[in-house]
């Protein structure tokens, strides 16, 4: 028995023998061009889908946007589908485009900083010092989880294939932010503290930069296209789609796009102080399939927000215990959102 060479190598055959020898060798390639592939791809369908998103948008509109807040409250005429919260910050001042976090549009509704506003509106402009920041708080530590993600799927350096799973609803009482992450040919890893170190330099390496997060809706079959390397992001989508109208929320950070029901805070460089802190194996059953998972687990702070030593090692220590939200291998459940402790731990 022979099979072919992978694509872009010489049109010959391989045999099992040769394979045998060379398994160390072609497999981190073929892994690295799929991966490579797969990214590439994935951006160049998100940003095609955006450009036919905003060319659809056809005669331009103006909407009424009233910026309620500091230093003084303004009205504002913006584009409509295509003007967002973070325009409107840059019309107003340096300081509110640097320390916005998250918009609330109408005294009710979570509004993404990158995402165009769809008619006339109140325009409130949050960021972590508010006198009640549950909103934002809760945006941060989803934000977190995603950037757990995107430092997951690129800190093994495409080694080894790494194939995101899910994080939960953010619920900052467990005292973690969560990634379930499969490795794949690494599922009996046992991280050192040397290799959460490293995780975490890769982690601020990502938040030190100045990315914006940018979210679009999206069909389902594209999705579904988008996301065909990955078995368990392609099974979760049916089901998201379903729930929200056949639509499917994307955001993407650098050239890392990931599933999230939103809202994301507006830039990767508002997530301050971070340390990876934990990494738990998870093992079950997943469609008659037995797997391993690995559970990333971390710790932040927003930007700007400083604490002591002792206090961080408090948040730090907490962050190590296994969080309690319900794996994937346990029937699906609605977790609470809630900021209380949070808030509390950093006051």
Not at 281 to 299: A, E, M, P, W, Y
């Amino acid at each position: 028995m022979s099979v072919w060479a992978p694509a872009g190598r010489s049109a010959r055959y391989l045999t099992p023998r040769f394979l045998q020898f060379t398994q160390l060798i072609v497999s981190p390639l073929i892994r690295k061009a799929s991966s490579i592939e797969a990214i590439e791809k994935r951006n160049h369908l998100f940003s095609l889908e955006k450009k036919r998103q905003q060319e659809s948008v056809g005669r331009i509109e103006k909407i009424e946007v009233r910026y309620l807040g500091t230093p003084k409250d303004v009205t504002m005429f913006m584009n409509k589908d295509i003007s967002t919260p973070f325009d409107c910050a840059r019309h107003l001042s340096l300081n509110l485009v640097q320390r916005s976090a998250l918009a609330l549009i109408d005294g009710s509704i979570v509004w993404d900083m990158q995402r165009p506003l769809t008619h006339s509106c109140s325009l409130e402009l949050l960021n972590f010092m508010i006198n009640d920041p549950t909103k934002v708080n809760t945006a941060f530590w989803r934000t977190c989880s995603f950037a757990l993600g995107a430092t997951a799927a690129k800190a093994f350096k495409n080694n080894f294939e790494v194939k995101l799973h899910s994080f939960p609803t953010p619920d900052v009482r467990s005292g973690s932010f969560v990634y379930d992450v499969e490795l794949c040919s690494l599922s009996d890893w046992e991280p050192s503290q040397q290799d959460l170190k490293v995780l975490s330099g890769e982690f601020i390496r990502l938040t030190q930069s100045d990315t914006p997060i940018e979210r679009l809706s999206v069909s389902r079959d594209l999705a579904q296209l988008m996301f065909e390397d990955n078995e368990h992001k392609s099974r979760q989508i049916p089901d998201i789609a379903q729930k929200n109208e056949g639509q499917v929320t994307l955001y993407r950070a650098g050239n890392h796009i990931d599933i999230s029901k939103g809202p994301m805070i507006g830039n990767l460089n508002l997530i301050g102080r971070v340390t990876i802190a934990a990494i738990h194996k998870l093992s079950g059953i997943l469609d008659d399939k037995n797997l391993t998972l690995h559970r990333f687990q971390g710790v932040a702070l927003p930007v700007g927000i400083i604490i002591n030593h002792m206090a961080y090692n408090i948040l730090e220590e907490r962050a190590k215990k296994m969080n309690p939200a319900k794996s994937p291998f346990e029937p699906f459940y609605s977790e609470v959102d809630d900021s209380q402790s949070y808030n509390q731990a950093i006051a």
